[in-house]
């Protein structure tokens, strides 16, 4: 029965699903280049995994792919701990401390996804580095370097928005330092602030905005940017080798060897899927590792009459501004931040041809300061221990009330006690 | 400077206003402000200044005016027959004894106010109030020297020289001059021994009002040194079961034989601090002999105490941990206040040398820290065995890096 069955079944599928389908699996990077939508499924699944990649293709490409994948482990363990944590103040802390210590695997998924949060943002800077010096953002894959720098946004925003919902001190005062340096931006950064918590200081309503942004907004966001980051990436193709002149073509196309190449570059399958594999599972037992050796403690539940003795930062953009205020003060984090700002612009004004690293030593240099400070930065803030600042305004005495105190020449309670003088100790008049 | 300019405005006002028949009846003023306006009082014409430190006080608030002290005639502008009549001008100490006393001894005006009426015969009892009434010693102090003359403030005022955190510098504006308490024989560290003393920080430091300062053991009126039979009498006012406890020892006969000086044997006065648990053992050997039977219980003492504190520093550090790990810790915590409450109930108990409970606290303190530590032991031991998933992790990983590897070479060779 079965076995009459199962073969009927697969020649339904087949003769009817559309190829289009494959798209889902391309989307995930097991197929590349362009699929046959006139052939059927099967037809057009095998004529894809014939297609060559261009020969220049080399470890350094699989950084973006190392983001994607744990872009892909970030959406997976997110969604698990979606089914146990709870987004309101009572119940935000308590739900964490379930999810590690009674949940199976939950430390696991946690400290997994924690950690995913960090590597992609280096990995993500790592991928830009390597666009960057090899020159690929020069027109005309100028519009995927610019919606690359969303991405990163998008990651920055992720993370600046899931570092609250842990909701233990670290969290919080960490939020609310950021904020107030928001609010200190001129002209719009009180207004900004405001939005952004809610509520006159981080609270119950700001941790149901965060959570909304972390699981709903955003996703989607990248959803569509990641999309159009693919569809660009074959459109415009990869970037040739640097010795080679990109002028004449008016793009490199990738995903050929179909007619074009059909014996040059390297096989999709199953010499590239071997090496895309390799890397995928090296990067996964590196995260695992990392989740493993090195979990987040749980601070002390988030109270916002106390400050904390100190903040333990856990994530890595907020190590880097801690190194660069604390090594360079915080005009240091600004030129930096300046400088992350011209690299992003960099591509609307550094239009010429040359890719070579000795043709633009200007642009090179402020690449080498910016990556490689990031990364030093990185590692400094992981040691800093901050404490919170004590210069936070206590209440205190203000207006005509301290002026009316003032007015009574009080006893002094300092260091000494006024020792009276002899002549006046017996009468005060 | 505001209330200056309120006042002169005021004054304009009322000089200006006056002859229209604008009253200020009409207009919210405060009341203390609009009777200083009043241009009809002569005292004002000489002695301005004296208006805005009397005004801030509580005479000025319940309507009294410089006459009701030192008589004379306000309703005269020049200074002869102002002065004249019942005048006292400026009173010396003995008058301000009397002067005050006429109100303040008198029961029948004190009750509309809640105040006691008692503070010139609690005066007659203390050594200040015996120096200056008796023998007329210029040194004593009479009521405006802890009081003010003119910015007399309730003791509830925070302003005041009397509110507890201003007490002690009150007090040491004479008992901190050592040329003024030479003659009488008094030292003059109580100041610097009291800020740095258990009861000084927890009025300085932490703001607690029941803290006791100076007034709080020695009277405020009535002030004198407690005796060395009072002593226990006066700490056990707030140390309730510190004091239940010494009486059930033998330390509380040798005090009603005159052989200890209560508290004091062990503690000191200005300078009261809590003995350490590590400090027990040598303190007793301040007066019992290096071998006796007494000295070698003071020993067992510290053992006790000091074990329970090391075993309830180790509990802390577990609950920490298990805290920082995430788990959900208030049981422990509660179990923990337990312990922490048997502890403190053992610094109580030991002032009664009763070694059995003592023993009984002490375990209790052990068995509850001991639980506690049990737990995060578990717990540690169970989060040292999650790293153990690395090792299939890293076994499948190479394994699938090894055939990636051994599969690309030989379909590039």
Redesign the interface.
Same mark, same amino acid.
């Not at chain 2, 805290?323 to 959900?328: D, E, H, I, L, N």
């Given at each position: 029965m079965i076995k009459k069955w199962l073969p009927q079944f697969w020649e339904d599928l087949r003769t009817s699903a559309d190829a289009g389908l494959l798209g889902v699996a391309r989307f995930v990077g097991l197929l590349y280049g362009p699929i046959d939508r006139n052939l059927r499924i099967d037809e057009a699944w095998r004529k894809a995994l014939r297609y060559r990649l261009a020969e220049h293709v080399g470890w350094r490409h699989a950084l973006g792919g190392i983001t994607y994948l744990l872009l892909m482990v970030l959406v997976v363990t997110g969604v698990l701990l979606a089914f146990y944590y709870r987004p309101s103040v009572d119940e935000a802390y308590p739900s964490i401390q379930h999810i590690v210590s009674e949940v199976s695997f939950g430390w696991l998924i946690r400290d997994l996804h924690l950690w995913c949060a960090n590597l992609i943002v280096i990995v993500a800077l790592a991928h830009m580095a390597r666009v960057f010096f090899e020159a690929a953002y020069k027109p005309p894959r100028e519009m995927n370097w610019i919606v690359g720098l969303a991405l990163l946004g998008v990651a920055l925003a992720f993370g600046a928005t899931g570092y609250l919902l842990p909701w233990d001190q670290w969290a919080y005062w960490t939020v609310t330092e950021v904020l107030d340096a928001v609010a200190l931006i001129p002209l719009f950064g009180g207004l900004l602030a405001d939005a952004i918590k809610g509520d006159v200081i981080a609270s119950g309503a700001t941790l149901s905005r965060f959570f909304a942004l972390h699981v709903i907004v955003l996703p989607w966001i990248t959803l569509a940017l990641v999309s159009y980051h693919f569809t660009l990436i074959r459109r415009r193709g990869l970037a040739p080798p640097m010795t080679v002149d990109d002028g004449g073509r008016k793009w490199w196309l990738s995903g050929v060897g179909v007619g074009e190449q059909p014996h040059g570059g390297r096989p999709f399958f199953p010499n590239h899927l071997l090496r895309s594999f390799g890397v995928a599972v090296l990067t996964l037992a590196v995260a695992l590792t990392l989740a493993v050796l090195f979990p987040r403690p749980v601070g002390e539940p988030a109270n916002p009459y106390v400050l904390p003795n100190e903040l333990v930062s856990t994530w890595a953009p907020v190590d880097v501004s801690l190194a660069l205020i604390r090594f360079t003060g915080i005009w240091g984090l600004a030129l930096f931040s300046l400088l992350g700002v011209g690299l992003i612009l960099l591509p609307v004004f550094d239009r010429r041809p040359e890719r070579g690293l000795r043709q633009r030593p200007v642009a090179v240099a402020l690449g080498t300061v910016f990556f490689v400070g990031f990364l030093a930065a990185w590692l400094a803030g992981r040691q800093i221990r901050s404490v919170p600042p004590s210069e936070r305004p206590q209440p205190e005495v203000v207006g005509e009330q301290a002026e009316q105190l003032q007015e009574l020449p009080l006893p002094d309670l300092g260091p000494t006690p006024p020792v009276p003088n002899p002549e006046d100790s017996g009468r005060r008049r | 400077?505001?209330?200056c300019t309120v006042v002169t405005g005021v004054v304009v006002w009322a000089v200006v206003g006056w002859p229209q028949g604008i009253v200020a009846e009409s207009v919210w003023m405060p009341s203390v402000q609009q009777q200083f306006s009043d241009t009809t009082y002569g005292c004002l014409i000489c002695h301005a200044e004296k208006r805005?430190t009397f005004t801030?006080g509580i005479h000025a608030e319940h309507g009294m005016r410089c006459h009701d002290c030192h008589g004379g005639d306000p309703s005269s502008f020049e200074r002869g027959p102002a002065h004249s009549g019942r005048f006292l001008g400026?009173p010396d100490?003995l008058e301000t004894v009397q002067l005050c006393s006429s109100c303040h001894a008198d029961a029948n005006q004190m009750r509309q106010y809640g105040l006691p009426a008692g503070q010139l015969a609690e005066f007659r009892t203390s050594r200040h109030g015996r120096l200056l009434l008796e023998r007329g010693d210029?040194?004593a102090p009479t009521c405006?020297?802890c009081h003010?003359?003119h910015?007399i403030l309730p003791r509830e005022d925070a302003?005041s020289?009397v509110y507890p955190?201003?007490i002690?510098?009150?007090c040491?504006?004479?008992h901190?001059?050592a040329?003024?308490m030479e003659e009488y024989g008094i030292a003059v560290d109580q100041?610097r021994q009291y800020r740095e003393s258990a009861h000084g920080k927890a009025v300085?430091e932490r703001a607690n009002l029941a803290a006791p300062t100076c007034t709080g053991c020695h009277g405020s009126h009535a002030a004198l040194p407690p005796g060395v039979s009072e002593i226990v009498n006066v700490c056990e006012r707030c140390h309730v079961l510190v004091g239940r406890a010494f009486r059930q020892g033998p330390h509380d006969r040798a005090t009603r034989d005159g052989a200890l000086p209560g508290c004091m044997g062990c503690h000191s006065n200005h300078g009261t601090e809590g003995v350490p648990p590590e400090g027990i053992a040598s303190l007793c050997a301040n007066c019992h002999a290096p071998d006796s039977r007494a000295r070698l219980v003071g020993v067992e003492f510290e053992e006790q105490i000091v074990r329970a504190r090391q075993d309830l520093a180790a509990a802390e550090y577990a609950l920490e941990e298990m805290?920082?790990?995430?788990?959900?810790v208030s049981d422990e915590r509660f179990r923990y206040r337990t312990a922490l409450t048997s502890y403190r109930e053992m610094g109580q108990v030991h002032h009664s040398l009763d070694m059995g409970r003592l023993e009984d606290l002490g375990r209790q303190v052990r068995s509850d820290t001991e639980l506690i530590r049990a737990t995060a032991e578990a717990e540690a031991e169970g989060r040292w065995e999650?790293?153990l998933?690395?090792l299939p992790?890293?076994f499948?990983?190479l394994s699938?890096?090894v055939f990636?590897?051994f599969? &690309?070479r030989e &379909?590039?060779r």
């Open positions: - | 400077m505001k209330m805005r801030m400026d100490k210029q040194n405006t020297d003010d003359a910015t302003r020289n955190t201003s002690p510098a009150t040491a504006k004479c901190d001059d040329a003024m100041f300085f805290a920082q790990a995430g788990r959900q999650r790293k998933i690395l992790i890293w499948l990983a699938g890096i990636a590897w599969r &690309l &379909l590039e």
